[in-house]
């Protein structure tokens, strides 16, 4: 039984789970060549889908940066799981309940693909899924990782386009063909879940 085994197993065994990113986990996501991090708010598109928009922020603070990640439509993944590399993912918006979202609308800004937040209280459609990639067998919680659109196979991207009033300042946030250095994500800010444990707060910066 685990409570039998030598102190300093269960530690190594703990200190193990908590290096990788889990389902359920709440999470910011900072484009690491832009240093923004992942946005969503109540604003919707003026063009394209007209559904709410997703941009990138260089605030640390703002509470409208926090996603959590989540298990495919009707497949959910056990909270507390290691989410695995090259694993189907949604990723929901936690003050609006909708999903990072991609279709084939042009963006506002650059004219690549537009990507939204979409659904209702976490509930969307299949363009919601993204596959992690990343180079081991999970995905960790300090690597630079990169999410591939599962429905129309673009990179979510930033590629530092900015916009004006009423989101002034913000990045647009994109998807791209292929990948590139515009396209990498590293987690920062976050409530990391365990299984049967108490969340893991993790606030480096």
Known sequence: KLFQWPLWVFLSFFNRRLNYVTCGSLIKLLNTRHNVRL?????????????????????????????????????????????????????MHMKTGRNLHSHHFSSPLSNNQEVSAFGENGEGDDLDVWTVQCDG???????????????????LSVTGEQYGHPIRGQREVHGMSSPSQHSWWRTMEGVFIQPSLEPMRHDEL
């Open 39 to 91: 946005h969503s708010h109540d604003v919707k598109y003026g063009s394209g889908s007209g559904q709410q928009s997703v941009t990138g922020v260089e605030s640390a603070d703002d509470a409208n940066s926090y996603w959590q990640i989540r298990g495919k439509p009707n497949r959910p993944c056990q909270r507390g799981t290691a989410i695995k590399c090259g694993q189907a993912i949604r990723i």
């Open 137 to 155: 067998v999970h995905w960790g919680r300090d690597e630079a990782v990169r999410f591939k659109h599962v429905g129309t196979d673009v990179f």
